[in-house]
């Protein structure tokens, strides 16, 4: 049991040792050059403790430069090392080269997100798509033949990634002659959302005033409704289903085709 004890914290002193040793590897982001032969020191001062020879052309692992910043603590791939002044070697060409890669790329990702909220906040376009729904009221059916015209403005989501938009809605329908419904016609007003959640399907839901003459008499509603569909590019078929409350109450199914301009 003591044998046992023993092995296991010999491996696990090796193991907490290797394991910082390798996080202070991994904070160092770059390899230095020696410009000219230097003494290491044991600590960040000439005063200090001569710990070894640094020749002019050896490669060697930076690890933390110190408070004032006129050192650097290095070490060779063996893990010796110590302090040397930072002008005797090209930290600090690289150092710059570093910080201006960071800076690109920083101000890239700050240019690109700006783009994106100016597209997505600015961007305006419509919508016209040719519509067939149907309606149900005490289990009688009729059908109307109508265009909707959309007015669409993008924005940006939480993430600043996933888009929706927003978009206002008028609507203009006749009866299906086809079907021999009796005159009439029907409008709407809607306000609705749109957003993606798989590839090129969306989901829209809505909500807003409608109205429809019907067999000389007129009927107001408040219209909610859902839409999900299919984005293909210029073009989208979506289906939706809704009901409009109060005089007349009835739910209703449609499916339309629009096209992006």
């Known amino acids: 049991m003591r044998m046992f004890l023993i092995k296991w914290a010999s491996f696990l002193s090796f193991f907490l040792t290797v394991t910082l040793f390798a996080r202070q590897v991994n904070q160092t982001s ?43 603590k290095v070490q060779d791939s063996a893990g010796v090392g110590g302090w040397l002044p930072n002008d005797r070697t090209d930290f600090e060409d690289i150092e710059k080269s570093v910080e201006g890669m960071v800076v690109a790329k920083e101000t890239e990702k700050k240019e690109e997100h700006l783009k994106d909220v100016e597209i997505s906040h600015s961007a305006t376009n419509y919508r016209l798509a040719p519509f067939y729904r149907i309606m149900s009221q005490d289990k009688n059916f009729s059908s109307l033949l109508g265009l909707r015209f959309d007015i669409n403005t993008g924005f940006s989501g939480l993430s600043g990634e996933r888009k929706g938009i927003h978009t206002l809605s008028l609507e203009g329908a006749l009866p299906d002659k086809f079907h021999k419904i009796s005159d009439g016609y029907a409008g709407a007003l809607r306000f609705a959302m749109k957003a993606p959640f798989f590839q090129s399907f969306f989901y829209s839901p809505d909500y807003g005033y409608s109205f429809e003459n019907r067999n000389s008499s007129f009927y107001h509603h408040f219209s909610v409704g859902f839409s999900a569909g299919l984005d293909l590019g210029r073009i989208d078929a979506r289906m939706r289903a809704g009901y409009d409350f109060f005089s007349g109450s009835h739910a209703t199914i449609e499916v339309q085709l629009g096209c992006w301009f």
């Open 30 to 72: 770059y390899i230095i050059e020696v410009k000219k032969n230097s003494k290491l020191f044991e600590k960040p001062s000439s005063k200090g403790k001569v710990v070894g020879q640094a020749d002019e052309g050896t490669n060697l692992i930076f690890l933390e430069k110190s408070r004032q910043g006129r050192w650097i």
